[in-house]
């Protein structure tokens, strides 16, 4: 049996496994897909203390190795449920089960979709939900991004040094993202910004040809483009714990700021729990603290 087992390996997860080693405990990290996070896909982050400058890729690689250099054994295997029998938790992926005395569940988010009718059948033909994965098949292209946060000025900034064109469309006249990086989207000449509209249909024979585009005001029109770059928020991948965490209306895990779940042994940190600010810094600070509570909760057991 472990000590703690993390489900999720990204910045909130493997922080907690650093914390939770460092306390002498044996831990077991569960990730579905790769190590690192979401945030493996931001190009450059420039608001983490000390860091002036650092790749998502790079930062989730180097967390990784930091977390395995301390003893955390990392399987990658997709966490699909969690099971009391008596003290223990019993988690189970897809292949398999292991035991805890505790678990925390830090499987932060997953990329909204706009609804759109042929929206999944175009991924990969031109819709796609990472900028900095499939960017440079847009090269010298037309594209448009769509979204008003952070996630969608940093691509769409990415994307204005890659492409011949971005628009970047938002269904406000404001930007939730910073301002910082609203002005930097200013200065680029091949940006231009779409307000107060929405995109209503995608347009393709093969791959995407063109979006339509609807404005508040009831005016239609069509935009040619040959990729679409959404990123219109997240939602939080806790659909399968919700026996052991209450979650809010929007699916986020209700948890204060010690991560304590309504089921004692079972935390939650990073971006799944629900909570104002949702950044690199804060789902790491949530692994620090949830992996303290999950250390204290087995030396008291
Ligand atoms: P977000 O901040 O939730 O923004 C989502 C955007 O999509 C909003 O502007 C929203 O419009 C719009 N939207 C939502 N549903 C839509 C729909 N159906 N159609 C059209 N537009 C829609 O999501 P995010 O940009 O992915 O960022 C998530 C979190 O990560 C945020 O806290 C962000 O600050 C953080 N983040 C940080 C960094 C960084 O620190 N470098 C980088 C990326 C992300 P409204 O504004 O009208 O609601």
Known sequence: ????????????????????????????????????????????????????????????????????????????????????????????????????????????????????????????????????????????????????????????????????????????DSFRGEEATVARLKTKENVRFVYNSTVTALNAEKRLKSIEVTNKDGSVSTLEVNGLFVAVGRIPENRNFAAVAELDESGYAIAGENCRTKTPGVFVAGDNRQKDVRQLVTAAADGAVAATEAVKYVNEM
């Open 1 to 172: 049996m472990y000590d703690i087992i993390i489900i999720g390996g990204g910045p909130a997860g493997l922080t907690a496994a650093v914390y939770a080693r460092r306390a002498g405990k044996n831990v077991l990290v569960l990730e579905a897909t790769s190590c690192g996070g979401q945030i493996i896909n931001t190009p450059d982050i420039e608001n983490y203390p000390v860091e002036e400058h650092i790749s998502g890729y790079d930062f989730g690689m180097r967390l990784t190795n930091q977390a395995k250099a301390l003893g955390a054994e990392i399987v990658m295997e997709k966490a699909v449920d969690i099971r009391l029998n008596g003290n223990e938790k019993v988690v189970a992926t897809t292949k398999a089960e292991y035991t805890a005395k505790a678990v925390i569940i830090a499987t932060g988010s997953a990329s909204r979709k706009l609804g759109l009718e042929n929206e999944d059948a175009l991924i990969g033909r031109g819709v796609s939900y990472c900028a900095t994965c499939d960017g440079n098949f847009f090269r010298k292209k037309k594209v448009a991004v769509v979204g008003g946060g952070n996630t969608a000025l940093e691509d769409a900034l990415y994307m204005a040094d890659i492409a011949d064109t971005v628009y970047l469309i938002h269904r406000r």
